[in-house]
Structures are given as structure tokens and as C-alpha cells.
């Protein structure tokens, strides 16, 4: 007989409500034959476990060890307590009240399990919409409030039958105290909306799968927000979705059903796969396969598609057997933010959709989807949203509670808490105004599921940016300024858990510099106690400022008079500006008039691209430079000369001779896919050069990469192996994004790091 009884609380924190927790710790229990109880509270889960030492022993071991898939354990604390001779092992009511510290799980795609049932005609969930259990389905987009309990969810409304309660009572179902259970007795209802709100008859996936079939634009409602679907294969109905939208060449997003599907029309190599089929199911960029049925207006002038696989029950049963692919993009219009709300979803994209596929389960978080590719053999986060978020960040350290605001494009927030960094979802750009208003809600919400009160606001630098403007009216908290370069720094650097002094090259678009300039192609020394500019692109004037991002003709204008001065050489590009404007924004770059002095990688890809007459204007942001890049000739291993001096200490990288260059290749008939490869690897050699000389000045072998230029695929996989056989040691992102969508995780750090002193 077992006389060695010992008792022991146990305080787990991470994502460890929603995710079929309690349930398993009640399994276990049972099974070692262990008695006390588990519930969630405010922190996280807190057992209380009483039996003999060795039956204990065993119990807390499969505790660490075998938690649920979509768990994650960040602190395990043991606290020993008397033994009180209690028999039994029970589930309590959560406990409310104290500080909130639980880390609530992502959205989760549907699991095998449901979706077995989802398509079993003997099951009572068959072809039910909304089945899910503890192991998949919504979690972040549902809650409203900690601890994770359905009647702080969105299913609150929603009262379990009979039947559904009896699977949520037992401990042996998978759908044990799962919140959001439910079926088409007591659960969620599915409806087809015409585009008037009137609701149409008959069966509404069916009457939707018939719509998208002939061509009409469906509004669907999802985890995080609308999409606005329509048949992939047919090319006029997605000419309709961009006019209708206003968007006109960006790429739309596919939806399929399964892998199999999407090899039908893309290459995937087994690590594309791997990221596409994961549980946070992000949309995966992959080359477009030759003689594909997908319409060309889905990616015009790209090699790639963005393609995800249907991640909720109702994604399944449109696209099973009636779609190789679906256009699923987000539900709104150029620069809004996705619809998430059935009110504003019906008012925003009546002028869009034809019907709305709509349930009465509420949106409360939105959110939009991921974005991801494999580059360089790692998975590479473009946009981190839906399946990621808010899964926190391992930081090198403990720091105050910050909240960062990020930049102004592609806004994110980030709040840490201890040694945790906690990313928003992708709101978008802050020019919006409802976008503004997305991004002041979704600070309220993250503050409040995680009980974070700010000690300190971290912002850009720049003065005029939405973001900033919000870190200076909030009021109790110290602000503190953050260079944006700076901060891409230390975002790559906080995410690799490095902390030493580094390298860094971050190329981006635009970022106020200290000198008041634009910055852009930067050489920077630091970590998040600081930084020095080590090497910087030469200035180049934008003439129009904001208008030269929106007409790269301007940066190849600006990049020709400072190669050439007037006696501008004679190219089809500079043929093709009228010569009346020509001169106007000849003499803006010489008279300094709306012509800022940038330092910008971004830029020099415009105009490049423009140069070779791939792209004069735009419609979306990154267009030139991403055309650039898919231009390029895989198979080109040359380079050209550039200049690269030493003014003072510092490295200037002067693009004129690397110019006439690329002039003389073009007036000799190469093709502008040549240009482009070589021009990508002058890029790469540039940087490897200016990293091996300030290694022999200062002694560091660590070089980072940020910003947003790394998210093209053939300069860094050109960059990284040079790199490397140079002997250094290099720091890239997977798990945040290269571009400002990452910066607010830089913010952060640097900011915790001056309170600290």
C-alpha cells in the first residue's frame, strides 16, 4: 500500500485554454490515478494534484510531455502543498478576477477528425458547417474575454442540446468542455443573403455553389472576415472582382480543397507543402505550373500564385468536387480593411457581391489571412495573421510592458509582457480611416486578453504617421521615438534571440532618417542598446515626392540625370515621357523643388524596373520591384561594376556607374530578363562587400537582414550563400515579417531597453 501521499500545485501559463487543456489534464489524472481538480483561470490553467509520490511523479512527466497539438507550455511552476486525503479528480468552474495572463491559441484549421465526420452521412454533424472540437477550429476570433469560456466567446448566444452537452460533459469525447461546440440542432446556421439582405431560398450552399459555378461573386463569411470568392478557372468573373473591387493587378488569393488540387496548377517542393498543410494554413506563394486552368487575371505579370488550402468546414463544402480553386480574396475594396461585421459587410461590398454566404456566428476579433513563402529552405512570414496570431515571441529577456504601434503601411501592433512579445493581427495601412479605427480597437482588445497596462508607448519616428500621432496623444505612459531602421534591426535580432552587436542591412522603401532625410538602403552597427549608420545608399531626389512610389519613371528619371546629368541617353522610357514633363521633373531634381533626398534600396528597384521598361506606374505598393524580380533570368551569373567609396568612414554605395551600365546593356538589345538577374546579383555582391569591410574595421561576423526588400526571394537566396562562405553568420526572419508588418516587434525591445537603461 502507497503511504508517500504528496500534494502539488501546478501553475501552467502559454497557450493552454481553448485548446483541449482541461480534458487532458483530467485524462491523465485518471489515468495515473491521481485525484484533485484543474481549472483556467486568468494566468493560465492551475492544477491541484495529490497522490503517492511515484503515481505523481508520472503524472506531472506526461503533464510536460504530452500536451494537446495545439498547445504550447511557457512556464510550468511547481508549489508543494499538504496532502488533505481527497479522493476523486474533478474539472471547476473557471476562476475570474486576477490579473489576465493566459495566452489565448490561434485559429486553428478544421482537424481530420471533424472533417471525417463532416462528410460521414451517418454522422449528425454531416455536412454541418461549423463542427470543430479541441482540437481545431476558431479560438482568437471568437473571444471577447479571459479565461477562454464559452460565455466570453461569441458561441455565448448559442445554448448546447441535449446531445452536444452530454459530449462537452465527457471526458472521453474530444469535444470535452471544447467552447465553441455545437451542431445543426443548437449551433450556428448557415444563410444566403442576396445582395439586397433579402434571404434566398432553398439550400444556401448549394444555391452558392451555383452562383460561383456561373460566374457571380459570392461574399463569404470566414473565421476573421468576409472573402469575396469567385471561380478561379473563369477568367471573365475575376476581371468583374478586380473592377468591382478597384484592384487592378495586385494578385488575388486561391482557396483548394487539398494539395492535390493545387499540384493541378502550381509547383510545390516538400517544404511549400509542409508550411501550405499546416495548422495555421497560410497562403504560400508557389510557381504557377505551365498549361495551368487558372484564369492569367488571377496573377497578371507573376510567376507565383498565393494559394492556401480551405481551413473551415464550410471552406470544404464549396470547394469539394464542384472547384479545382476558388479566388478568395479579402472582403473589401482597395485599402479598406477586410469586413468582419454583417452589417458593414453588407453595406460595404453590395456593390461587389452578388450574394452573401452568411452565419450567425460573430466575427469579434478581424482578422485577415497569412501570408508566407519558403525562402532560402525556411518559411519566411509575409503577413502575420490568422493561424499565428497571438502566439507569443520569445524575447532575450525580460522587459516592461511596452506597447509598440509599428509604422504607418502594413500597421501591426506588439505588446510584451515579461519575456513575451505579443503580435497583433495585419491591420493595414493607417491612412484609412477605418483602418485607423481597427487598429485603436484591436490595441483595446490585446490590452485587455492580456492584462497588459503600458508603461511605455514605442513609435516611429516620423512625426506625421497615424501611429505616431496615436503614442503622442495617449497620455500616462512615456513615449519614446524609434528610428525605423533601428527597429527592423532589432526585430530580426529579437526574433533569432541574439543580443550582441550586429550587421545590419535592412533595404526598405522609406524610413525617417536622423539626418531628416528618407532612408532606404541602409549599412547599420547596433543591437537594441543602440546603433551607428556604418554605409547608406547615395541620395537620389524623388521628384514628387510621394508621387515618384506611385511612377517609378521618375526614380529611372532621377537615377539617369545623376548618372548623365541632362544629356539623358536615348531609352524607349525616356522617349515615352512627353518631353514637356520630362523637363519639369528634370528640373524638380535639379532645384531641389518636391524632391526629397532618399537613401532608398526600394526606390533604386523602381527605377531600375522602370529603366527596363518593365513598369512606369503602379497600382499597388512593391508592384515594380516584385515585376523586377519575376522578370529576372534564372539562369544569368553575371553582374555589373559599381562604385562604392568611403566618405569619412562612412560607405557610399553611388548606383551612377552601375547605371550606365545597365544603359549600355539595354542600347545593345540584352533583354530586360538579363538585366534584371544581373542587377540582382550586383545587389548581392554590394552587400557582401560592404559587410566584409566594416567586419575587418570592427571585428563582427553577425549580419541581419530586414526590411522589406528581403522579401524578394532571388536576392536573398543570392545574398545568404555568399554570405555564408564568407564566414558569416546571418540572421533572417521566419517568424515575423522582413517588412513594416515586424517593426513594431523592434519597437518594442528598443524601447524596453532605454527604460532599463
Not at 503511504?3 to 502539488?8: A, G, L, N, S, V
Not at 531628416?516 to 543602440?530: D, H, K, M, S, V
Not at 527596363?612 to 561594376?641: C, F, H, I, W
Request: proline content about 6%; some cysteine; hydrophobic content about 40%.
Amino acid at each position: 500500500m502507497d503511504t508517500d501521499i504528496q500534494r502539488q500545485r501546478v501553475l501552467i501559463e502559454g497557450i493552454v485554454q481553448g485548446v483541449g487543456f482541461r480534458p487532458f489534464v483530467y485524462q491523465i489524472a485518471r489515468k495515473w490515478r491521481i485525484s484533485g481538480w484543474v481549472r483556467n483561470d486568468s494566468r493560465g490553467v492551475t492544477v491541484e494534484a495529490e497522490g503517492p509520490l511515484p503515481r505523481l511523479a508520472g503524472f506531472l512527466w506526461a503533464l510536460r510531455s504530452d500536451i494537446p497539438p495545439l498547445a504550447s507550455v511557457s512556464r510550468f511552476e511547481l508549489t508543494p502543498l499538504p496532502a488533505t486525503g481527497a479522493e476523486g479528480f474533478v474539472i471547476l468552474t473557471s476562476e475570474a478576477g486576477i490579473e489576465p495572463a493566459a495566452q489565448i491559441a490561434p485559429d486553428s484549421t478544421v482537424c481530420g477528425d471533424c472533417l471525417g465526420e463532416l462528410f460521414d452521412p451517418k454522422d449528425r454533424r454531416y455536412r454541418y458547417p461549423f463542427v470543430n472540437c479541441t482540437n481545431c477550429g476558431p479560438r482568437y476570433t471568437i473571444v471577447t474575454g479571459v479565461p477562454y469560456d464559452r460565455p466570453l466567446t461569441t458561441m455565448a448566444p448559442f445554448t448546447m442540446c441535449q446531445a452536444c452537452s452530454l459530449e462537452y460533459a465527457d471526458p472521453a469525447s474530444r469535444r470535452f468542455h471544447a467552447q465553441p461546440n455545437a451542431c445543426p440542432v443548437c449551433g450556428p446556421r448557415l444563410r444566403l443573403l442576396d445582395r439586397h439582405g433579402q434571404e434566398l431560398p432553398d439550400d444556401p450552399l448549394a444555391t452558392a455553389v451555383a452562383w460561383l459555378q456561373a460566374g457571380r461573386i459570392v461574399a463569404i463569411k470566414g473565421l476573421g472576415g468576409y472573402h469575396l470568392a469567385v471561380d478561379a478557372g473563369n477568367g471573365a468573373a475575376v476581371a468583374e472582382l478586380r473592377r468591382r473591387k478597384e484592384r487592378d493587378e495586385k494578385p488575388f488569393a486561391l482557396m483548394s480543397a487539398g494539395s492535390a488540387e493545387v499540384l493541378r496548377y502550381a509547383i510545390a517542393e516538400e517544404a511549400e507543402l509542409r508550411l501550405l498543410g499546416g495548422p495555421e494554413r497560410p497562403i504560400v506563394l508557389l510557381r504557377q505550373k505551365q498549361g495551368h486552368a487558372i484564369a492569367s487575371e488571377v496573377a497578371p505579370n507573376n510567376r507565383y500564385f498565393g494559394v492556401m488550402l480551405a481551413y473551415t468546414p464550410l471552406h470544404h463544402l464549396l470547394l469539394q468536387d464542384h472547384f479545382p480553386a476558388l479566388v478568395m480574396t479579402s472582403g473589401n475594396r482597395s485599402d479598406e480593411p477586410i469586413a468582419f461585421e454583417d452589417a458593414e459587410a453588407e453595406g460595404r461590398l453590395a456593390g461587389i457581391a452578388d450574394a452573401f454566404l452568411v452565419h450567425d456566428r460573430a466575427i469579434h476579433t478581424r482578422t485577415d489571412d497569412s501570408i508566407a513563402r519558403i525562402m532560402a529552405g525556411q518559411a519566411l512570414l509575409l503577413r502575420r495573421s490568422r493561424g499565428y496570431v497571438p502566439r507569443g515571441i520569445f524575447l532575450p529577456k525580460v522587459q516592461p510592458e511596452v506597447l509598440a504601434v509599428g509604422a504607418e503601411l502594413k500597421s501591426t501592433v506588439c505588446l510584451t509582457r515579461e519575456d513575451r512579445a505579443f503580435f497583433s493581427q495585419h491591420i493595414g495601412d493607417l491612412q484609412n480611416a477605418e483602418v485607423y479605427e481597427s487598429f485603436t480597437r484591436t490595441i483595446d482588445h490585446l490590452e485587455g486578453i492580456f492584462g497588459v497596462r503600458p508603461e511605455i508607448v514605442a513609435h516611429d519616428l516620423h512625426p506625421d504617421y497615424w501611429s505616431t500621432r496615436y503614442a503622442l496623444e495617449r497620455t500616462g505612459v512615456q513615449r519614446v521615438a524609434v528610428q525605423h531602421h533601428h527597429a527592423h534591426l532589432v526585430s530580426c535580432l529579437a526574433e533569432n534571440g541574439v543580443e550582441e552587436e550586429t550587421l545590419g542591412v535592412i533595404f526598405d522603401g522609406t524610413g525617417y532618417g536622423d539626418d531628416g532625410t528618407i532612408w532606404g538602403g541602409e549599412f547599420l552597427i547596433g543591437n537594441a542598446a543602440g546603433y551607428r549608420r556604418a554605409g547608406h545608399f547615395a541620395y537620389l531626389p524623388l521628384p514628387g515626392g510621394d508621387a515618384a512610389i506611385r511612377e517609378p519613371r521618375r526614380m529611372a528619371l532621377s537615377l539617369l540625370h545623376q548618372a548623365y546629368g541632362r544629356d539623358l541617353p536615348d531609352l524607349p522610357m525616356v522617349r515615352s515621357i512627353p518631353d514637356r514633363e520630362r523637363q519639369v521633373f528634370l528640373q524638380m531634381i535639379e532645384k531641389g523643388v518636391n524632391s526629397p533626398l532618399a537613401s532608398s534600396c526600394g526606390r533604386l528597384f523602381d527605377g531600375i524596373a522602370a529603366l527596363v521598361g518593365l513598369r512606369e506606374r503602379v497600382s499597388y505598393e512593391g508592384q515594380a520591384a516584385l515585376e523586377l524580380e519575376m522578370a529576372a533570368e534564372p539562369l544569368e551569373p553575371g553582374g555589373y561594376p559599381y562604385d562604392l567609396r568611403d566618405e569619412k568612414g562612412m560607405l557610399v554605395f553611388d548606383p551612377a556607374v552601375m547605371t550606365r551600365a545597365i544603359v549600355g546593356d539595354l542600347q545593345s538589345g540584352v533583354p530586360a530578363g538579363v538585366v534584371s538577374a544581373r542587377f540582382h546579383t550586383t545587389m548581392a555582391w554590394l552587400i557582401t562587400e560592404v559587410c566584409a569591410v566594416l567586419r575587418n574595421a570592427h571585428g563582427i561576423s553577425g549580419v541581419a537582414l530586414s526590411g522589406g526588400v528581403f522579401q524578394n526571394r532571388l536576392l536573398t537566396e543570392t545574398v545568404i550563400p555568399l554570405l555564408e562562405r564568407g564566414g558569416f553568420s546571418v540572421y533572417r526572419h521566419c517568424r515575423v515579417p522582413p517588412n513594416d508588418g515586424g517593426l513594431a516587434l523592434g519597437q518594442a525591445v528598443i524601447a524596453g531597453r532605454r527604460r532599463d537603461g
